[in-house]
């Protein structure tokens, strides 16, 4: 049985996003696909634009949630929802990501400008030799 690369749960005020991943790319790209899943239909998202990001952090903590902050800012700053990312840099204190979307369209893509934040409270972030995890809270 192989296990989903994330999972999502609505709780009062936050969702609770779990990730996970082979290497840190990975788990970065899993929680992308959480963080919109949980803002847009992702089935209905095509990955026919580039939008470059990048940043740097003390530690891959701050990173990662620096990562779905500044996601939250494309989809709510820059009305963009992504289906897919690449990395061309990755490290555990910094990225450079491109995410491959469109942008949003009501009709189509079912918006829900739910997620205000991520937190660092109540971060888990586990990485081993091919295994990485992350738990997380997006505030509401």
Request: charged share 20%.
């Amino acid at each position: 049985m192989t296990l989903e690369p994330f999972a999502t749960v609505e709780e009062p005020g936050q969702i609770v996003v779990t990730a996970r991943g082979k290497t840190g790319s990975e788990l970065f790209a899993a929680a992308s696909a959480a963080y919109f899943s949980t803002v847009s239909s992702l089935v209905d998202i095509r990955p026919r634009h580039v939008y470059d990001i990048e940043r740097q952090a003390a530690s891959v903590e701050e990173l990662f949630v620096e990562w779905l902050n500044d996601l939250v800012w494309v989809f709510s700053e820059q009305g963009v929802v992504c289906a897919e990312v690449e990395f061309s840099h990755w490290a555990p204190t910094s990225y450079q990501a491109t995410l491959l979307g469109e942008p949003v369209d009501p009709e189509r893509h079912q918006p829900r400008d739910v997620v205000q934040a991520a937190t660092s409270q109540d971060l888990e972030l586990e990485a081993s030799e091919g295994s990485w995890s992350a738990r997380v809270i997006l505030l509401t």
